[in-house]
């Protein structure tokens, strides 16, 4: 060995030792519910960054927005003795598979990078189980956004996106009169609870939503502000088109695309959708976010379960701190719609939705106003969401009464708790 590659040699090693990683290769079979457009092309950044460091990486993708498929699929998968060396997961799901000793930590990755002086105090709390580091975050969503086609807006002379539900329904009624779908939507639970919930911080605000969806407080899930959340979801039930039911949210992203309704309301990942078919924030399709001056939180993150083999142990560790390298988590986001869960990645090359959403997140952590989303599993666990999430498709889906949806939903709960 000459002096020079001597040199070359030992920076290289000091390089690694010092970011936690042994050696940049290992193998990482990943489930994901990344199957859309948009959502195709960022787990694709993913690969190609962990394939490019020499790694080997299985892709195991379960299509259904939300994730409820995959999920499902992870505990047959877990029962069955094989789990996946990578899972995306969030919220208190994290815990409950960290809690039944299914989870490998990341701790000495998240050390030697210091992960907790770069990410916010919540997301770091969320992706620790006693202490140590069990998931890696990729992103921050924001589920509680408007997403309109500005042509259709103008035919029916409608000059700004909405404020408030009031000027919503204002604008839909207009709609509606001229033969336009209002609101493009997609009759699944999670896409119903996901409108749902976007109501209860418009109508309720930040400290009633967390009463109910979080603390699960009867008496706020039993209150007249509850039947008036209620009463909105009702009417947004009449500005959808005949055909809803069970359309894949994607689809219903494309009926604004292509002007075939005005609004979907849905979280960032719709961003992407955009952006994958060439579209323009602000030119093509418009941002905004839905009453209540809140922030509703949704965080991807990956988690590593329990395998074994040096090939595969290898593979967690480089995965974990490729996704947390600042230049990962640019490419990766610009891609999937929400911004980076870092909080020193430059937003240069960012839009401006991407823009509003992070002040709005700076300002609504200021104002306490930043709330979990229940649907994306940010809040509650796996069973009470699943009640939330019945409750409100059959509200959705028949003529209940606010009153009655509203009692029904908290004896629900209870019963679940
Ligand atoms: C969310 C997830 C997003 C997006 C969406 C639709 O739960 O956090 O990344 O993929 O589902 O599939």
């Known amino acids: 060995m000459n002096t020079l590659t001597r040199i070359l040699v030992t920076t290289v090693a000091i390089g690694l030792a010092a970011s936690g990683v042994a050696r940049a290769d290992g193998t990482v079979e990943v489930l994901h519910w990344w199957t859309s457009g948009g959502e195709a092309k960022a787990v694709g950044e993913l690969k190609n960054a962990f394939e490019n460091q020499g790694g080997k990486w299985i892709d195991s993708p379960i299509a259904g927005g939300g994730g409820d498929a995959a999920m499902t699929a992870l505990r047959a998968r877990v ?19 960290a809690a039944e000793g299914a989870l490998n930590d990341v701790d000495a990755v998240a050390q030697a990078e210091s992960w907790d002086g770069v990410l916010p105090p919540v997301l770091a709390g969320i992706m620790k189980y006693e202490g140590k580091y069990v998931a890696a975050p990729v992103n921050i969503h924001r589920v ?116 075939e309704a005005a609004f979907q309301i849905m979280g960032d990942w719709a961003k992407g959708e955009f952006l994958a078919a060439g579209k323009v924030p602000g030119k093509d399709f418009l941002c905004a976010p839905t009453p209540g001056n809140g922030f509703v939180l949704n965080s991807d993150s990956f988690t590593f379960f329990k395998v074994s083999g040096e090939d595969n142990l290898k593979g967690q560790q480089v995965l974990a701190s490729l996704i947390m390298s600042p230049g990962f988590q640019e490419t990766f986001n610009l891609a999937k719609g929400s911004i980076p869960a870092r909080t020193d990645v430059a937003l240069d090359k960012f839009d401006s939705c991407a823009i ?48 009655d949806a509203a009692k029904m939903l908290a004896d629900a709960v209870k019963r679940a708790q």
């Open 79 to 97: 029962v069955a003795g094989n789990p996946p060396t990578a899972v995306q997961l969030k919220g208190p799901g994290i815990q409950e598979w």
């Open 144 to 259: 509680d956004w408007f997403w309109a086609n500005p042509e259709v807006l103008a035919k029916a002379g409608i000059t700004e996106m909405p404020k408030t539900w009031d000027e919503f329904n204002a604008a839909a009624d207009k709609l509606m009169a001229m033969g336009i779908t209002p609101l493009a939507h997609g009759g699944q639970p999670w896409q119903d609870a996901t409108v749902f919930e976007d109501v209860v911080l418009g109508v309720g605000g930040a400290d009633f939503y967390r009463k109910a969806l979080v603390e699960l407080d009867q008496d706020a899930l039993t209150s007249d502000t509850m039947v008036k959340a209620f009463d909105q979801l009702r009417k947004m039930r009449g500005y959808v088109d005949a055909n809803f039911s069970g359309r894949d949210w994607n689809l219903a992203t494309a009926m604004v695309m292509k002007g």
């Open 356 to 403: 509003r959403s992070h002040e709005d997140l700076v300002a609504a952590v200021a104002s306490n106003s930043l709330v979990p989303s229940m649907a994306h599993e940010m809040a509650i666990s796996r069973s009470v969401r699943g009640e939330f999430l019945d409750l409100v498709t059959n509200f959705f889906n028949s003529d209940m009464s606010s009153a």
